[in-house]
Structure formats: structure tokens, C-alpha cells
């Protein structure tokens, strides 16, 4: 199991964010805060990471969503939204994503996520499973969902 850390949301971590193919506006919008606010190690940082060295080489963000915003879980019920889940190539396949699944599933809530094209077998290792819900619901996602060992009846 690899060390994960919160990571701090400074002009280092943003640098090591342009590494990532999944780097994006969420990014783009930290980096403007910090210039325009010189925001240095913002500790409510909603990312998490592994280092190789002193290399971040995975990364990830959590988000607590409240239950009265659930969508996904029977019955409604405070639940983390995982996204960016990403290593870098040349560390793939050394158990780096799988560390920051457990780590992620060490807070003991349920767990929605929208898995990357091709990433299926990897969230089916992790025993996420698809939503069962019905058309009315659907927003055009193809979210799969964790749930604690206590499953839902």
C-alpha cells in the first residue's frame, strides 16, 4: 500500500497537476485563486496524491456529498464523489490507483464515480458496481457506485 496524502494547493502542486492528461478547468480555477489571492497550502484541499520520490505519480479528488443532494443510493445518503483518479503512465499497473480507492474507501461512506473510457475492469477489481436506476434519473453518466461492507438492503 502506497502512502496517500491530502495534497496542498500551491504553485508546486499546480505544476505537478500539468503533468496529468485529466488536467483541466478545476485546475485552471485554482490556479487563478492562487494568483489572485496568493492562497498558499489551502489545507481543505479536495485532492489526494502519491509521491515516488519527491514526484507526485497518482492522484485523485474526493468531494462529501450531503444526502439531501443523493441520487444514486437507496435509501439517500451522505456519500463521497470520487474524479481525476489518474497515475501517471510509466507508474501505471503498480497498484498506485488501487491505494487511492482503498484510501478513499477508509472513510466508510459509499462511493460514486464516473469511470474513464477502458477503466472498467479496474473499477470491477475495486467492486464498484453500475447504478440500477430508472430513465427518469438519468443525466447521461454511466456512474458506478461503492458501497461500506454494511451493504444497502
Partial sequence: MHKVERLVINYKTLEEFKKFKEYGLQELSMLEDLQENIVENDSDSPFYGIY???KLVARMSLYKVEKHLDQYFEPQRDYLE???LEVL???QRAGYGQSLVEFAKSFGLPIKTNPRVKS???WSRMNFEPVKYDMERDKGENPLIWYPSEKAE
Fill in 89 to 91: 503512465p510509466d507508474y
Fill in 120 to 122: 472498467a475492469e479496474f
Fill in 82 to 84: 470520487l474524479w481525476k
Fill in 52 to 54: 515516488f520520490g519527491d
